[in-house]
């Protein structure tokens, strides 16, 4: 009890702490692709590479954006993985898709990348190549964010609580600010299943 109450808690914490400003600017951020017509990557790895995929399917289904994430197709990246090297994973994927300035890359991380220490190096080549083509850059992190915080001035920073629950709040919060974003009034083309119920 002692851990579950701990627990929640933090999470209470951490709503009370988010930057409300911050998830207003990557709702902006997106309304622009929308309104252009252009696409949303989402990258990450582990827990946020499932959490990638559901956001796929939210973006797609429910704000009727063209979306996509890599690592739903595990044979691209298993062949690149072994043919080039785990880093690879992204950059080449995104020159493939002839990423541009109309689109936006999404990362979903708990540590956001960090050249220095060799985590995540896949992400921070990947937000290079995206700020050489110029498109946008947005994120949901944990910890300071890393790379991806320091690459761009859209990303939410999830407040670290305690040293032991950096990553379950990270990618925890990763899927309650995407589903809140989603379901924005400004973002939202379609009603979800349930909520069209009578």
């Known amino acids: 009890m002692e851990y579950i109450n701990k627990y929640l808690k933090q999470v209470e914490s951490i709503a009370k702490k988010i930057d409300q400003k911050k998830i207003d600017s990557v709702i902006l951020e997106i309304l622009k692709v929308k309104k252009q017509n252009g696409r949303i990557f989402f990258l990450g790895v582990g827990g946020s590479a499932a959490n990638c995929s559901h956001a796929v399917n939210d973006f797609r289904k429910i704000a ?9 197709n595990v044979a691209e990246i298993t062949a690149r993985t072994n043919d080039e090297g785990w880093e690879t994973i992204f950059k080449p994927w995104l020159e493939c898709s002839k990423i541009n300035k109309k689109d936006l890359i999404f990362i979903l991380s708990v540590g ?19 700020k050489k083509v110029g498109c946008s850059i947005v994120g949901i992190v944990g910890r300071d964010g890393g790379y991806t915080s320091a690459n761009t001035d859209k990303c939410i920073v999830i407040p670290t609580q305690s040293p032991d629950t950096i990553t379950p709040h990270a990618e925890a919060w990763q899927a309650v600010i995407w589903h809140l974003i989603v379901t924005d009034p400004r973002i939202q083309s379609q009603s979800n299943k349930w909520e069209s119920l009578v």
Do not use: Q
């Open 64 to 72: 009727n954006i063209e979306s996509y994430t890599p690592v739903d």
């Open 112 to 130: 956001g990348g960090n050249k220095e220490k060799n985590v995540s190096v896949n992400l921070i080549s990947a937000i290079e190549h995206a």
